[in-house]
């Protein structure tokens, strides 16, 4: 399950690698910058699902929909899933 503090990471390492500042980001997407700043740094609380498209799509990023897991996974599940990342 993505939460904000993946997300946030990896809209800064999305942003960085192609070579775009934060103002850049805040230029493209509307989203101020203490809103950005807080997500890129694990400090957002909330952040509503457009802010998250507008950010998402500006640095080439997309959400997956998936069928939910019935059950919440084992560690042995975890290792799997990264394994196979």
């Known amino acids: 399950m993505l ?3 993946t997300l ?7 942003r960085k ?3 775009l ?3 850049d ?4 997407t509307g989203i101020s910058r203490a809103t950005l700043n807080a997500l890129e740094n694990g400090r957002c609380g909330e952040l509503g699902f457009s802010k998250v ?5 500006a640095v080439g990023l997309e959400l997956k929909l998936q069928r939910a897991q019935s059950h919440r996974p084992t560690l042995e599940d ?5 394994a196979n990342d």
Not at 8 to 14: D, I, L, S, V, Y
């Open 3 to 5: 939460d904000l503090l």
């Open 8 to 14: 946030g990471a990896e809209t800064a390492k999305r």
């Open 17 to 19: 690698s192609l070579g």
């Open 21 to 23: 500042r934060q103002a």
């Open 25 to 28: 980001l805040v230029e493209k």
């Open 53 to 57: 498209m507008k950010i998402a799509s």
């Open 78 to 82: 975890l290792l799997k899933e990264e």
